[in-house]
Antibody, heavy 113, light 112 residues
């Protein structure tokens, strides 16, 4: 199983960014997937979940600003980040559902002017 | 939301000593299927978190048997029998019962 995030970077407050998580080594379409983030020097903070049937759940802090989606044909998970705030600065990890058995290496998102 | 609260360790810990990390949830994590939805993770410095224990006491594949999980519906313990250098990092408990998924604040293990 391998999960590889991409798409991070430096972005100004109020702008948008789209993260990707490329999955391999398992039947991607059969599993729910999560995004979890970690602000610099802080703990783990759950962000969003998408089920195998594309039902979604969000943390209150990102609801209405972030959108989780998936493309099963491409074995890829996405997180669209809109209206970014400085407090969204973090490493963003994707993880496979079940009990978060597999995590990606993370991608850094920095929101700063 | 379910609040997860973790205890601290008396760092630094001598190598070879056994330690217990505590975690408390604000709601019982025991589900009607008989499973308790409490997971433990270790995040080594500079690495992604790795799963150690799921369903409160089931060790993930490849995890040393020095790690064991126990508890009730709301109070949990991760025991490390004979800490080694590779055990250094931050330990997190996490509830998998409800959304939003929530993590404890983390417990840092440092070796003497």
């Amino acid at each position: 199983v391998q999960l590889v995030e991409s798409g991070g970077g430096l972005v100004q407050p109020g702008k948008s960014l789209k993260l990707s998580c490329s999955a391999s080594g398992f039947t991607f379409s059969s599993y729910g997937m999560h995004w979890i983030r970690q602000a610099p020097g802080k703990g783990l903070d759950w962000v969003a979940y998408i089920s195998s049937s594309s039902g979604t759940v969000y943390a209150d802090a990102v609801k209405g600003r972030f959108t989780i989606s998936r493309d099963n044909a491409k074995n890829t998970l996405y997180l669209q980040l809109n209206s970014l705030k400085s407090e969204d600065t973090a490493i963003y990890y994707c993880a496979r559902s079940g009990y978060l058995r597999y995590w990606g290496q993370g991608v850094m998102v920095t929101v700063s002017s | 939301d379910i609040v997860m609260t973790q205890g601290a360790l008396p760092n630094p810990v001598p190598s070879g000593e056994s330690v217990s990390i505590t975690c408390r949830s604000s709601k019982s994590l025991l589900y009607s299927d008989g499973k308790t939805y409490l997971n433990w993770y270790l995040q080594r410095p500079g690495q992604s978190p790795q799963l150690l224990i799921y369903w409160m006491s089931t060790r993930a594949s490849g995890v040393s048997d020095r790690f064991s999980g126990s508890g009730s519906g709301t109070d949990f313990t991760l025991k490390i029998s004979g800490v080694e250098a590779e055990d250094v990092g931050v330990y997190y408990c996490q509830q998998g019962l409800e959304f939003p998924r929530t993590f404890g604040g983390g417990t840092k293990l440092e070796l003497k």
